[in-house]
């Protein structure tokens, strides 16, 4: 099995950044690939961005196009969401998640293996 434990979630005003982290442990985190999700209340959780194994290609949803940056690291086992220009619908749990299967997916049910999630709080 692999473990996923996200960091970096706060409270931040609308307009600010956050980096969130997503530490990989239990396999080799190269050959995996990584998306970040977000649920906000009552609301299914939805993807958010994918990388591929190498981290030479990405994929955004729509709505962090431009503001959200995905990344990894394969030497620390480590990924990466920035998020810049927050907004206060940007406010949900964020949960990193890895496959073997795939290059970018961006289905949750494409997933393997879930982080704790954390969460993001983005004050008006």
């Known amino acids: 099995q692999v473990q996923l434990v996200e960091s970096g979630g706060g409270l931040v005003q609308a307009g600010g950044s956050l980096r969130l982290s997503c530490v990989a442990s239990g396999r080799t985190f190269r050959n995996y690939v990584m998306g970040w999700f977000r649920q906000a209340p009552g609301k299914e959780r939805e993807f958010v961005a994918a990388i591929n194994r190498g981290g030479g290609i990405t994929y955004y949803a729509e709505p962090v196009k431009g503001r959200f940056t995905i990344s990894r690291d394969n030497v620390k086992n480590t990924g990466y969401l920035q998020m810049n220009s927050l907004k206060p619908e940007d406010t949900a749990v964020y949960y990193c998640?890895?496959?073997?299967?795939?290059?970018?997916?961006?289905?949750?049910?494409?997933?393997?293996?879930w982080g704790q999630g954390t969460q993001v709080t983005v004050s008006s």
């Open positions: 998640a890895v496959t073997t299967t795939g290059v970018v997916p961006k289905s949750r049910y494409e997933y393997d293996y």
